[in-house]
C-alpha cells in the first residue's frame, strides 16, 4: 500500500513540473500557432539562474524568486529580437529558428556555468519528511505539488474569471474575430508569452533541488511536455492539466512497473491519443 | 464616411480585387451586390485590415486606414459582422458581448443593457456558451456585439444566410431600426429583395471591380443590370 501512495505521489510531483512547462508552450501554440522548441532550454535556464541566485543570496527562495523573473527577462529579449520576427515565417522556420536556439542556450549555460552537474540545496522550511497518508514523504516534495496545484488554481482563475482571461480565450479561437473587437492580440501574445517563459523558470528552480542541474536537463524534459501538450489538445488549460497528469502518472509508473516498457509507454499513449481524438483529449477550438 | 479608391487586394498570391472604387456615405445603408466569387467578401475584409490592400486607398472620414493593424481599425469605430458570424465558442454569449464594451466611454450610446432590450432573445442565454446557439441567435450575438462596439459604420457580410424566412424578417426589422436611428452600414447580401429594400445605395460588384452603382430603386427596375450582373 505505502509503495503506491509514494509512487502516486511521486507521480503527482512530476505532472507539477510538466503542468508548469507546459502550460505556457500549449497557450502560445494555441494563441499564436507558433511552436517555441527552446521552451525547455529556459526551464534549464530558470534551474541554473536558481543556482546562482542561490550562490548570491545564500537562500533558497532568492532562487525561486529571481528564476522566474531573469527568464521572463530573457523571454522579452527572445520575442523582441527574434520570435516577433518570426510570426509569419510559417511553422517549419519557427521549428528550425527555435530548434537552433536550443543549442545556443545549451553553449550559453555551459559556458557560464560549466558541465558538472549542480544543485541547491532545499529550503531550510521545507527539509525533511511529512507524513501523508501513513506514509513518510519528502516534504519538499509535497511543497512542489502544492505549487503546482496553486497555479493551476491561479490560472484557471486568470482565464475564466478576468477579463484578460476571456480575451486569451477569444485569441485562441478566433485571432482574426479578437482583432476586429479592437484587442491587440500580439500584445496579448507577448504577455503570455512573458509569463509562460516565467513559469518555466520557475519550473527550473524549484526542480533544481530535487534534480540535477545540467546542461542536457532542458531537452530530457522538451520531449515530455510536448507529448503534453499533443495529448491535452492544443491551447487549453484543461487540456495541460490532463496531459500532465497522465505523461506524470505513466513514467512514473512505467518506471517502476514495468521498465522494459517504460520509455514505449508515453509514445503509446501518444499514438491512441492522436489515432482516436486527433485533436487531443480537450482542444481550446471546438 | 468610406471611401475606396483603386483597391488591389487578395489571399496571398491570388489577387480577387483589381481597382474598386466604393463610396458609403453617413447615414445611409449601401449594399453591395454580386454573384458568388465576386469579390464581396474580400472587400469586406480588406476594409477591416484582414487583408492587406496592395494598391489603392480605404479612406474614413478623409483618414486613409489601408495598411493600419486590424485591431486600430476596430478602435477607428469600424464594427464588423462577418459571414462566419465567429462568436467565440468557448466564451459565454455575456462573455461574447462583455468583450466588445471593454472599449466602450462611460457615456457610450450602446450598453449591454440597450443591446439585450434590442435582441431580448439574447437576454435568456447569457450564461450559455457561444457554441450553443441557433444560427439565427449566432447572428443576432454577432450584430449586438458589433453594436457594442459603439460604430460610426457598420459592416454586415451576408446577415440572412443560411436562416429561416422568420428570422430573416426579424433582422430586416432590427436592421431597419438601426437605420431609422442614423446608423451608416454596409451591407453585403445575396438576398437581392433583402438588400434593395433595405438599402439607399447600391454598388454591383464583378470581376473584382465596381461595375455599376446607382440607388436601390434604380437596380430594382433595371432588369438588364440584374440580368447581366446578379444573373437574378
Known amino acids: 500500500m505505502n509503495f503506491w501512495i509514494v509512487q502516486a505521489l511521486n507521480g503527482l510531483q512530476l505532472s507539477m513540473l510538466l503542468f508548469l512547462l507546459s502550460i505556457g508552450l500549449t497557450v502560445i501554440f494555441g494563441l499564436m500557432h507558433f511552436v517555441n522548441l527552446a521552451h525547455g532550454a529556459l526551464y534549464a535556464l530558470g534551474a541554473y539562474v536558481g543556482v546562482s541566485a542561490f550562490a548570491l543570496t545564500g537562500m533558497y527562495w532568492g532562487a525561486f524568486l529571481l528564476a522566474p523573473i531573469a527568464v521572463a527577462l530573457a523571454g522579452v529579449v527572445l520575442y523582441l529580437g527574434l520570435i516577433r520576427r518570426m510570426r509569419k515565417a510559417g511553422p517549419m522556420n519557427q521549428v528550425l529558428v527555435t530548434f537552433g536556439l536550443i543549442f545556443v542556450l545549451l553553449d550559453i549555460t555551459r559556458i557560464i556555468w560549466g558541465d558538472l552537474a549542480l544543485s541547491i540545496p532545499e529550503p531550510q522550511l521545507f527539509t525533511g519528511r511529512s507524513e501523508v497518508l501513513g506514509v513518510a514523504y519528502p516534504t519538499y516534495r509535497l511543497f512542489i505539488i502544492g505549487l503546482g496545484l496553486t497555479v493551476m488554481a491561479g490560472l484557471w482563475l486568470l482565464l475564466s474569471r478576468t477579463q484578460i482571461g476571456a480575451m486569451i480565450r477569444a485569441g485562441v479561437d478566433n485571432d482574426q474575430m479578437a482583432a476586429c473587437l479592437g484587442i491587440n492580440v500580439e500584445r496579448l501574445f507577448f504577455i503570455v508569452f512573458c509569463i509562460g517563459c516565467a513559469l518555466a523558470g520557475l519550473a527550473g528552480a524549484v526542480a533544481a533541488p530535487v534534480l540535477s542541474v545540467t546542461p542536457s536537463m532542458g531537452t530530457q524534459l522538451l520531449i515530455p511536455v510536448l507529448i503534453v501538450v499533443v495529448i491535452g489538445g492544443l491551447g487549453s488549460l484543461k487540456g495541460a492539466i490532463a496531459g500532465s497528469l497522465l505523461v506524470g502518472f505513466i513514467q512514473t509508473f512505467g518506471a517502476v512497473l514495468a521498465p522494459q516498457l517504460a520509455s514505449v509507454a508515453i509514445y503509446a499513449l501518444l499514438a491512441a491519443v492522436l489515432i482516436f481524438r486527433p485533436a487531443g483529449l480537450f482542444p481550446a477550438k471546438a | ?232
Not at chain 2, 32 to 60: E, F, H
Not at chain 2, 114 to 142: A, H, K, T, W, Y
Not at chain 2, 153 to 171: H, K, S, Y
Open chain 2, 1 to 232: 464616411m468610406l471611401e475606396i479608391d483603386d483597391l488591389h487586394t487578395g489571399y496571398g498570391e491570388t489577387q480577387v480585387i483589381y481597382g474598386l472604387n466604393l463610396r458609403a456615405s453617413a447615414g445611409r445603408v449601401l449594399a453591395i451586390l454580386g454573384r458568388n466569387g465576386a469579390g464581396k467578401t474580400t472587400t469586406m475584409k480588406a476594409i477591416m485590415g484582414l487583408l492587406p490592400a496592395t494598391r489603392g486607398s480605404i479612406r474614413i472620414e478623409g483618414k486613409d486606414i489601408a495598411g493600419e493593424r486590424t485591431f486600430d481599425i476596430a478602435r477607428r469605430g469600424i464594427a464588423y459582422v462577418p459571414e462566419t458570424r465567429d462568436i467565440f465558442p468557448s466564451l459565454t454569449v455575456k462573455e461574447n458581448l462583455q468583450l466588445a464594451t471593454r472599449l466602450a466611454p462611460a457615456n457610450a450610446e450602446w450598453t449591454l443593457e440597450r443591446v439585450l432590450d434590442f435582441f431580448p432573445n439574447l437576454s435568456r442565454r447569457l450564461s450559455n456558451g457561444g457554441n450553443e446557439l441557433s444560427g439565427g441567435e449566432q447572428q443576432m450575438l454577432s450584430i449586438a456585439r458589433a453594436l457594442l462596439m459603439n460604430p460610426r459604420l457598420l459592416l454586415l457580410d451576408e446577415p440572412t444566410e443560411g436562416l429561416a424566412p422568420i428570422i430573416v424578417r426579424q433582422i430586416h426589422e432590427k436592421l431597419s431600426e438601426l437605420k431609422a436611428a442614423g446608423m451608416t452600414m454596409v451591407l453585403v447580401e445575396q438576398n437581392f429583395g433583402f438588400a434593395t429594400e433595405l438599402a439607399d445605395d447600391v454598388h454591383v460588384i464583378g470581376r473584382g471591380e465596381t461595375v455599376w452603382k446607382g440607388s436601390s430603386a434604380d437596380i430594382v427596375a433595371d432588369k438588364a443590370v440584374q440580368k447581366k450582373w446578379l444573373g437574378v
